[in-house]
Nanobody
Framework: QVQLVESGGGLVQAGGSLRLSCAAS????????MGWHRQAPGKQRELVAV???????TYADSVKGRFTISSDNAKNTVYLQMNSLKPEDTAVYYC??????????????WGQGTQVTVPS
């Protein structure tokens, strides 16, 4: 059993900052990638940022220069520092991880989602 638990969402004014955290726990042998997707009302879920176990990062064009993804491999935790937030960043943010379990099964896992709201 593997769980991803997110925290850090909330309401923030435009131009403000938030930091999301996501901790993975359970029967984990190794984690290949961790990252964040988001889904706004009426829109498809989209990739925000991802980080590999070797700390290579990828960002959506819409967040480059404003968001920073980082990880603490010892804690199986990924962070998303979001600065200069805009109303269009309003969405439910989902953590995901590509995990190899102790039974040698590899699959994607998802968190429950955390709401980020930036009023216009």
């Amino acid at each position: 059993q593997v769980q991803l638990v997110e925290s850090g969402g909330g309401l923030v004014q435009a131009g403000g900052s938030l930091r999301l955290s996501c901790a993975a726990s359970g029967n984990i042998r190794s984690i290949y990638t961790m990252g964040w997707h988001r889904q706004a009302p009426g829109k498809q879920r989209e990739l925000v940022a991802v980080i590999t176990s070797s700390s290579t990062t990828t960002y959506a064009d819409s967040v480059k220069g404003r968001f920073t993804i980082s990880s603490d491999n010892a804690k199986n935790t990924v962070y998303l520092q979001m600065n200069s937030l805009k109303p269009e960043d309003t969405a439910v943010y989902y953590c995901h991880a590509d995990i190899l379990t102790t039974s040698y099964r590899r699959r994607d896992y998802w968190g429950q989602g955390t709401q980020v709201t930036v009023p216009s």
